[in-house]
Every structure is written in C-alpha cells, then in structure tokens.
C-alpha cells in the first residue's frame, strides 16, 4: 500500500533562517506531488505541484521554492523565512489529476 | 463571489444526529467532487469521492452532487463523537486542470 511521509511534525524557526522540508512517498512510481498551506480562516492554498522529477510548477509568487530530487521524494524550502510563512505545511499526493489527493500528517511551522 | 464557498460553523449535533454539510461553487466547469475529514493538527483524510452529479454512498456517509445548482452535500447518519473533526470540500475541473480547489471548511463537533 501506499504511503506519505512528512517531517518533522512541528518546527519553531527565526525570521531570516532558511527552511527545508521533506516529504516522501512509498509504494507507488510516478506520482503527482503537492504542496500546500493551510493558515487559520483561510483554507488550503496550493504551493507547488510537480507531476515528475524537477518538474515544478509554482501556484504563488513567494520567498519559497520546491524541488524534486527523486521521483518520490518532494522538498520545500526557503531562505530567509518570514513572520508570514507560519502555517502549517501539507505534502500530498495523487496517482495522477483525476483522483483525490493522499495528505501527510502536515507540518506546523511557526517563525518567530 | 468565491470560488467555493463552505459554510465555516461550528456545527454542535448530538450523538445519533442526522448531519448534513454543504458547499455552493461557481465554476460550471467543475466534474470531480471531493470530501475530505480533518482531525485537529492532522493532514485531511479523503471520505468521499464523485465524478459529476448523483449520489454516493458509503457506510454512514452519503455525497450528493447538484451540478445544475451548483450543490454539494455531505450526509453523515448515526453521528459518533469520532465524526467531530473539520470537512472539507474540494472540487476540479479535471482533466489536464489539476487544480483542486478547496472550501475552507466546516467544524463538527458531535456531543456525546
């Protein structure tokens, strides 16, 4: 079967630090990946999305980026984060644009 | 007028509740219907799944999709305490869109 690894669960970082994410899947090739943010009031906001390996398409303009190294492996960074980028981040995953998606368990940032 | 609009709540039912959820969306382009559940600081957790309009069922669940009102629902019969949690609605055009597009969700707290 398959499944979504996310990490860590909860991250306290400084404004200005950079950022690394990681989110892996297991038992499938080939999947689209996604990455969204979800802050309180205002629902899941699309990031990234990637339907192979470095192949990014960027849904917002902001100081954050995504990469994919591997074909299940997806990454979301930052170099200087911001008050603004607290939320919490979720990984996701699809067998491809017609199916529902399959979340990790999510990561809470907070920058102080 | 938003995309998907999903009426935020917090809905309080008692235990056994008959619960209906509901979302109102504007583009008529939309196929897929989607509903997900949230538990408190957990990634969402697909429920149901739909292509166009019609009913489906699973166990206590039922979706209903209205595309000439641009209407979907959630039933959940027999309400536990587990059902409390978030729902989340979502939606796609499909096809080469990938997009899917998210209500900003509903609380449900069942009171046992």
């Known amino acids: 079967s398959q499944t979504i690894h996310q990490w860590p669960a909860t991250l306290v970082q400084p404004v200005g630090s950079p950022l690394s994410l990681e989110c892996t899947v297991e038992?499938?090739?080939?999947?689209?990946l996604y990455w969204y943010r979800q802050a309180a009031g205002r629902g899941l906001q699309l990031l990234f999305y990637?339907?192979?390996?470095?192949?990014i398409s960027s849904e917002v303009p902001q100081n954050l980026s995504a990469s994919r190294p591997q074909d299940r492996q997806f990454i979301l960074s930052s170099k200087k984060l911001l008050l603004s980028d607290s939320g919490f981040y979720l990984c996701?995953?699809?067998?491809?644009?017609?199916?529902?998606?399959?979340f990790g368990s999510g990561t809470r940032l907070t920058v102080v | 007028q938003k995309e998907v609009e999903q009426d935020p709540g917090p809905l309080s039912v008692p235990e056994g509740a008959i619960v209906s959820l509901n979302c109102t969306y504007s583009?008529?382009?939309?196929?897929?219907f989607m509903w997900y559940r949230q538990y408190s600081r957990k990634g969402p957790e697909l429920l149901m799944y739909?292509?166009?309009?019609g009913n489906k069922e699973d166990g206590r669940f039922t979706a209903q999709v209205d595309k000439s009102s641009k209407y979907i629902s959630l039933f959940i019969r027999d309400s536990q305490p587990s059902d409390s949690a978030t729902y989340l609605c979502?939606?796609?055009?499909?096809?080469?869109?990938?997009?899917?597009?998210f209500g900003k969700g509903t609380l449900l707290t069942v009171n046992p």
């Open positions: 996701a995953w699809s067998p491809g644009f017609n199916y529902g998606y399959t």
């Open positions: 038992g499938t090739s080939n999947p689209n």
């Open positions: 990637s339907v192979g390996i470095g192949q």
């Open positions: 583009n008529s382009a939309f196929q897929y």
């Open positions: 739909t292509y166009s309009s």
């Open positions: 979502a939606m796609s055009e499909g096809g080469s869109n990938y997009k899917l597009t």
